[in-house]
C-alpha cells in the first residue's frame, strides 16, 4: 500500500492536524486495507486461482473478475473507469510533490522561484508545473516498469528514514500536543523497509544505477543551489505571491 504519505505534505493545509491528521490518516489505511482484503477475497472466490495469476498482459486480474459476473462489465467502461482512478491519484501526487517543493523553497534547499503561490488561488503554481513537467520528462526517457521499480526503491528509503527519526524524535520534548507512534511499530517498519529494499535491488539491480543517477543529480543541483544563494536574505511570505 503506497501514496498514504502523499497526506502528510498537505497535513498544514488542515485545522488541528497534530488531532485530525494521525486519525485521518491511520482510519484510511485501515480502511484500504480491509477494502484490498475483500476485493483478493472476492476475487479468489470468483475466478480460478489459475486466471487470477496468469499475468495475461491484455487483460488483468481484475478484469478477469468483473467479467465473470451475471452482469459483466464491458471493456470500455472498465478502462474509462479505471483511468479515472489514474488520473485522480496522479492529481493527488502532483498535489503532494508540489507542496514538497514549495516547502523546500521556503527553507532554501530549492530556488526561492518554487515558492511562489497564485494571486488569486494562492497555490505553488510554478512547483507545479515543473513537478509535471518532470513527470512527462521520465515518462518519455523511461519504461513504465523501471519509473515504477526506482520509485518503490525511494518509497522504501523515504519510509525506513521517518521510521528511523520518529524513533530519534521520541527523545525529544515538545510544548504542544502529538502524535507519538507505537516503538514497537517503529522497528518493525524498519525491519521490513530494509527487507524490501533488499530484495527489490536483487530482483532488478540495474533500477540501483538509476536511483544513484537521480541521487548525484540532486546532490549537484542542492550544492549549487547552496553557492548561488549562499548570503541571500530569508524568503519572505509576502513577497512570494506572483
Same mark, same amino acid.
Given at each position: 500500500m503506497t501514496g498514504f504519505e502523499n497526506a502528510a505534505n498537505i497535513a498544514e493545509e488542515t485545522r488541528d492536524p497534530s488531532t485530525v491528521f494521525p486519525k485521518a490518516l491511520l482510519g484510511g489505511m485501515a480502511l484500504a486495507g480491509v477494502l484490498y482484503m475483500v476485493i483478493a477475497f472476492i476475487a479468489a472466490m470468483v475466478a480460478p486461482m489459475a486466471d487470477l495469476t496468469a499475468g495475461d498482459g491484455e487483460k488483468g486480474s481484475l478484469l478477469t473478475v468483473v467479467q465473470a459476473g451475471p452482469l459483466a462489465i464491458p471493456e470500455l467502461v472498465f478502462s474509462a473507469i479505471a483511468l479515472v482512478a489514474v488520473t485522480n491519484t496522479t492529481l493527488v501526487s502532483l498535489v503532494a510533490q508540489s507542496r514538497i517543493m514549495y516547502g523546500m523553497a521556503k527553507q532554501g534547499i530549492v530556488p526561492r522561484v518554487f515558492a511562489k503561490t497564485h494571486a488569486t488561488r494562492r497555490t505553488p503554481w510554478v512547483s507545479i508545473v515543473f513537478t509535471a513537467s518532470l513527470v512527462c520528462l521520465l515518462l518519455v526517457i523511461a519504461d513504465v516498469d523501471r519509473l515504477a521499480t526506482v520509485t518503490v526503491l525511494f518509497l522504501i528509503v523515504v519510509y525506513g528514514m521517518v521510521c528511523l527519526a520518529a524513533l530519534k524524535l521520541r527523545s525529544s520534548r515538545v510544548e504542544h500536543r502529538h502524535y507519538t507512534a507505537p516503538t514497537a511499530l517503529l522497528v518493525t517498519g524498519v525491519i521490513a523497509n530494509a527487507a524490501i529494499l533488499v530484495y527489490t535491488m536483487i530482483d532488478d539491480p540495474g533500477s540501483i544505477v538509476w536511483c544513484g543517477g537521480i541521487l548525484a543529480i540532486g546532490v &549537484?543541483?542542492?550544492? &549549487?543551489?547552496n553557492a548561488v544563494m549562499?548570503? %541571500? $536574505? $530569508? &524568503?519572505? %511570505?509576502a513577497d512570494l505571491t506572483a
Open positions: &549537484v543541483l542542492y550544492f &549549487v543551489n549562499k548570503g %541571500a $536574505p $530569508p &524568503v519572505d %511570505a
